[in-house]
């Protein structure tokens, strides 16, 4: 389907009535069909998610969309348990009518679904208009010097990176493998730096996805933030990163005072504005806000919590360069309910995300 087409449809593949369809087979169709309309009965029963004032409402009528065309994408990781016991195929097809345009891998295996090339991954996801932007692979384990991580076989993932087409591959590892010392992620950002030249000699680009620790601060230097650390000593011609939006704004709950209880103010969207080059791939995952639980906010649903992406993803893609067509967005959750309601929903919200007249 062209991506003219595939626009033009897009509504129609959105609403809740059409949104039900036939997967890959018939066992696959009455199972992901079961489960999603279940979900979508649930959704009818509960309402409008929280988050108002946010942009959470879904606003359909006029003004710019928030979210860029052809840059929706989903971290397959949230759908681990349908690809384990459906395989791709199947997920991919419902993907496609959810208004998917990208994917981000996590492993090449289908579980129970039996075994898959490469080569039949990539063609699969290309049937079904999902272009494989990148995959998480692990950082290192020097225990197993046969692991597949960038550590113990740099060429073997690089080599099956470019064999799945991906413009991007990275690990969602944090930078710890030689401690929490400052000079300890100096030498973890000489390890991302080899790395980094290495893909880029691939056409690829080598990333790293945080979690909320990354923002912590080092044991030697408790006035340094380890993520500054990151940034400053990775080269931005070979290093890229991956913000995860959620984990950042835990971090923002956790790490914005020191051990001494000295300010030290964080905010995940100035990152960007500051280095917009260095993020060209989002993990677009909500929460909600819960000042009892050590994170600070509790995952949910994309469009069910409190981060306001609608402000989000306009002051990304509106005030940094070439920003709607430079940044992937991929929706996650990491234990969702339902994983594929998950998909449906996040993709509704996301393509429902609009500006005012004005802008922001």
């Not at 020097?142 to 060429?155: C, H, I, K, S």
């Not at 030498?187 to 680009?205: L, S, V």
């Amino acid at each position: 389907m062209s991506r003219t087409s595939k626009d033009t449809e897009l509504a129609r593949r959105l609403s809740r009535r059409n949104i039900l369809g036939v997967a890959a087979g018939a066992t696959a169709a009455t199972i992901i069909g079961t489960a999603t309309a279940q979900a979508a009965g649930r959704d009818h029963a509960q309402g409008p998610g929280k988050g108002h004032g946010h942009g959470h409402d879904h606003g359909h009528g006029k003004g710019k969309p928030v979210l860029p065309p052809g840059r929706l994408g989903i971290q397959l990781y949230s759908l681990r348990d349908k690809i384990s016991t459906l395989g791709f195929a199947p997920v991919f097809a419902e993907l496609e009518k959810y208004g998917y345009d990208e994917i981000e891998l996590a492993g090449y295996t289908q579980g129970s679904a039996g075994p898959i090339t490469l080569a039949q991954l990539k063609r699969l996801a290309k049937d079904h208009g999902l272009n494989p932007i990148g995959s998480h692979v692990g950082y290192y384990d020097d225990n197993n010097p046969g692991a597949y991580t960038f550590a113990q076989n740099l060429e073997k993932v690089l080599d099956d990176a470019q064999a799945l087409g991906l413009k991007h591959i990275g690990t969602a590892s944090g930078p710890f493998r030689y401690g929490s010392t400052v000079d300890g992620w100096k030498r973890a950002a000489d390890d991302f730096n080899t790395y980094g030249a290495a893909a880029r000699k691939r056409g690829m680009k080598f990333y790293q996805h945080n979690h909320a620790e990354e923002f912590s601060f080092a044991t030697d230097k408790p006035k340094v933030r380890l993520y500054d650390v990151l940034l400053a000593e990775t080269d931005p011609d070979l290093v890229y990163l991956e913000l995860d939006i959620y984990w950042a704004y835990c971090a923002q709950f956790r790490f914005s005072k020191r051990a001494d209880g000295t300010k030290a103010p964080l905010d995940p969207l100035k990152y960007v504005l500051k280095h917009p080059n260095r993020y060209p791939l989002f993990h677009v995952k909500d929460g909600v806000r819960d000042d009892t639980t050590r994170d600070g906010y509790r995952m949910s649903d994309v469009g069910d919590g409190d981060i306001d992406y609608k402000t989000f993803l306009s002051k990304v893609t509106n005030r940094t360069h070439h920003g709607r067509s430079y940044h992937h967005w991929q929706a996650e959750h990491d234990n969702p309910v339902e994983s594929l309601a998950f998909a449906r929903k996040s993709s509704e919200h996301l393509h429902s995300l609009r500006e005012g007249r004005c802008g922001d």
